[in-house]
């Protein structure tokens, strides 16, 4: 408590730092949200992420080089003030920290020391959003924070590979992510239209570094003789396309969770779940289960929503746009892409499903965690669960993962060499694992979303721990079985 109120004490002075938002913007944002029946924040969240939309027009407009880099940082800023207020200054004190960093310290030393600092910083975050509002879903810094978190961490590295590769020196981490490295320490503005894309700020996509800077600077789209590189593309319908998608996600997650809900609508905070009720516990399982997975499914349409309205966002001014290959053809408008949705729900295998998901939080995780510790799963899962927060129900999942894992392993070596016909996932064997790998991580993640000890464990209690037992039989099992040779295939 004495630590919070320290911290506290600050609060009329970053009060005075709430500059960019006029009054009438708030007192207009008020009176909608009376009208509306929704919460301030969500309405400050919702025209944060579709205000992205014009604002990218202008970005798109201006001339390549400062300009732009001061203006999706003054933008970036007055929508962090606009949505959370006084606590935007977490991010501008977290920025000129990591900043000072890169300046002062040698390339190896904050590789280390800035990583450590941000998941501290991030860290507490969690903590004090837990202490004063246990299972509560008040916006608050910890989200942009997280944002941040990713850009930093990644750049830390950046530069870091940077230095290893001016110096000819062998690495192989470096070496698979050279694409990214970064020479030197960009300038202050640089940095900070990066660090406060209004693009990315408020939902991510945390790409990287380059990425920014080569929309930002026309290299992405011409040569240093002022060249195209390519036919340029149009930006219309990649924008639009993420823009609707977006839209009806937001629809199906209004409409959908209304009528499935997970948790009790009148107080998801301290009600008991609607899946742990007595009432719907006295349902078959299999209605059970059902629901959950239909739940779930709305749920993740939230996610969609705000992922795929800021990679409409980025392709407006070419962010999301990949490039040309070296014969000038167009690569493609993945750069922004958070998530493929199909891809996802179709997913055959629990890798496919990771990397369709939060896509750049999973190439951070990749390039930054997983090959930097020697592919440790226990590593990278680990740090994924700790930036997410600290609520038991993140390490239930996390921590559960591995486990299908390993199964998904053992199967693909003993299983598939007799069963698949092709490699198509909509083969009939590919379909089997296309069902086998929802159905058995739709019942993990149901802890993710409740978040509670209790109340995962209640969860996965009424379905008999069935997820678990089934991969503890099933890579028992396999393991016995012999490996089928290529003359069997």
């Given at each position: 408590?004495?630590?919070?109120?320290?911290?506290?004490?600050?609060?009329?002075?970053?009060?005075?730092?709430?500059?960019?938002?006029?009054?009438?913007?708030?007192?207009?944002?008020?009176?909608?949200?009376?009208?509306?029946?929704?919460?301030?924040?969500?309405?400050?969240?919702?025209?944060?992420?579709?205000?992205?939309?014009?604002?990218?027009?202008?970005?798109?407009?201006?001339?390549?080089?400062?300009?732009?880099?001061?203006?999706?940082?003054?933008?970036?800023?007055?929508?962090?003030?606009?949505?959370?207020?006084?606590?935007?200054?977490?991010?501008?004190?977290?920025?000129?920290?990591?900043?000072?960093?890169?300046?002062?310290?040698?390339?190896?030393?904050?590789?280390?020391?800035?990583?450590?600092?941000?998941?501290?910083?991030?860290?507490?975050?969690?903590?004090?959003?837990?202490?004063?509002?246990?299972?509560?879903?008040?916006?608050?810094?910890?989200?942009?924070?997280?944002?941040?978190?990713?850009?930093?961490?990644?750049?830390?590295?950046?530069?870091?590979?940077?230095?290893?590769?001016?110096?000819?020196?062998?690495?192989?981490?470096?070496?698979?992510?050279?694409?990214?490295?970064?020479?030197?320490?960009?300038?202050?503005?640089?940095?900070?239209?990066?660090?406060?894309?209004?693009?990315?700020?408020?939902?991510?996509?945390?790409?990287?570094?380059?990425?920014?800077?080569?929309?930002?600077?026309?290299?992405?789209?011409?040569?240093?003789?002022?060249?195209?590189?390519?036919?340029?593309?149009?930006?219309?319908?990649?924008?639009?396309?993420?823009?609707?998608?977006?839209?009806?996600?937001?629809?199906?997650?209004?409409?959908?969770?209304?009528?499935?809900?997970?948790?009790?609508?009148?107080?998801?905070?301290?009600?008991?779940?609607?899946?742990?009720?007595?009432?719907?516990?006295?349902?078959?399982?299999?209605?059970?289960?059902?629901?959950?997975?239909?739940?779930?499914?709305?749920?993740?349409?939230?996610?969609?929503?705000?992922?795929?309205?800021?990679?409409?966002?980025?392709?407006?001014?070419?962010?999301?746009?990949?490039?040309?290959?070296?014969?000038?053809?167009?690569?493609?408008?993945?750069?922004?892409?958070?998530?493929?949705?199909?891809?996802?729900?179709?997913?055959?295998?629990?890798?496919?499903?990771?990397?369709?998901?939060?896509?750049?939080?999973?190439?951070?995780?990749?390039?930054?965690?997983?090959?930097?510790?020697?592919?440790?799963?226990?590593?990278?899962?680990?740090?994924?669960?700790?930036?997410?927060?600290?609520?038991?129900?993140?390490?239930?999942?996390?921590?559960?993962?591995?486990?299908?894992?390993?199964?998904?392993?053992?199967?693909?070596?003993?299983?598939?060499?007799?069963?698949?016909?092709?490699?198509?996932?909509?083969?009939?064997?590919?379909?089997?694992t296309m069902l086998s790998t929802s159905f058995v991580v739709e019942y993990m993640v149901a802890a993710f979303q409740l978040l509670s000890y209790d109340w995962a464990v209640a969860?996965?209690?009424?379905?008999?721990?069935?997820?678990?037992?089934?991969?503890?039989?099933?890579?028992?099992?396999?393991?016995?079985?012999?490996?089928?040779?290529?003359?069997?295939?």
């Amino acid at each position: 408590n004495a630590a919070i109120d320290f911290v506290y004490s600050y609060g009329p002075a970053a009060e005075k730092t709430v500059v960019l938002v006029p009054a009438f913007v708030t007192a207009y944002v008020e009176s909608l949200a009376e009208a509306t029946g929704f919460d301030s924040e969500t309405i400050n969240y919702t025209l944060g992420l579709f205000a992205c939309y014009p604002l990218g027009i202008i970005m798109n407009m201006l001339p390549y080089g400062k300009i732009k880099h001061a203006f999706s940082f003054l933008l970036g800023a007055f929508l962090l003030q606009f949505t959370i207020g006084k606590q935007w200054v977490h991010q501008m004190i977290t920025s000129l920290i990591c900043y000072a960093m890169f300046v002062l310290l040698p390339p190896k030393l904050s590789k280390t020391i800035v990583p450590i600092f941000l998941m501290t910083y991030v860290t507490l975050g969690h903590l004090h959003r837990m202490y004063i509002n246990y299972l509560g879903y008040d916006l608050d810094f910890t989200g942009p924070q997280m944002v941040i978190t990713i850009k930093l961490y990644a750049m830390a590295y950046n530069l870091y590979d940077g230095h290893l590769i001016s110096q000819g020196k062998e690495d192989r981490a470096a070496k698979k992510c050279a694409p990214w490295a970064i020479a030197k320490v960009p300038g202050i503005i640089e940095y900070l239209g990066y660090t406060f894309s209004f693009a990315t700020i408020l939902a991510g996509p945390a790409y990287e570094y380059k990425t920014y800077a080569n929309a930002c600077d026309g290299s992405l789209l011409y040569n240093s003789d002022g060249k195209p590189k390519g036919k340029i593309p149009s930006q219309i319908w990649p924008t639009l396309r993420a823009f609707l998608v977006s839209v009806i996600a937001m629809g199906l997650f209004v409409v959908g969770t209304g009528k499935f809900p997970l948790l009790d609508p009148s107080d998801p905070q301290n009600a008991t779940p609607v899946v742990l009720t007595a009432e719907f516990l006295a349902r078959p399982w299999i209605q059970r289960y059902l629901y959950q997975w239909v739940a779930l499914f709305f749920i993740r349409q939230k996610y969609y929503f705000a992922w795929k309205n800021a990679e409409g966002a980025n392709n407006i001014w070419y962010a999301g746009f990949e490039g040309f290959d070296e014969k000038g053809n167009v690569k493609g408008w993945e750069a922004a892409s958070n998530v493929r949705i199909v891809d996802f729900e179709t997913a055959p295998n629990v890798k496919t499903l990771s990397a369709m998901w939060n896509m750049k939080t999973a190439n951070w995780l990749s390039r930054y965690v997983y090959i930097r510790t020697g592919g440790s799963l226990t590593a990278t899962y680990g740090l994924s669960a700790f930036w997410h927060g600290f609520y038991p129900g993140y390490y239930m999942f996390f921590l559960s993962v591995p486990i299908l894992t390993f199964c998904e392993r053992v199967g693909r070596k003993k299983l598939t060499p007799r069963f698949a016909t092709s490699g198509s996932k909509w083969s009939p064997w590919g379909i089997v694992t296309m069902l086998s790998t929802s159905f058995v991580v739709e019942y993990m993640v149901a802890a993710f979303q409740l978040l509670s000890y209790d109340w995962a464990v209640a969860n996965w209690k009424s379905h008999l721990f069935f997820g678990h037992i089934l991969c503890f039989v099933f890579y028992g099992a396999l393991s016995n079985l012999p490996t089928p040779k290529k003359k069997e295939v």
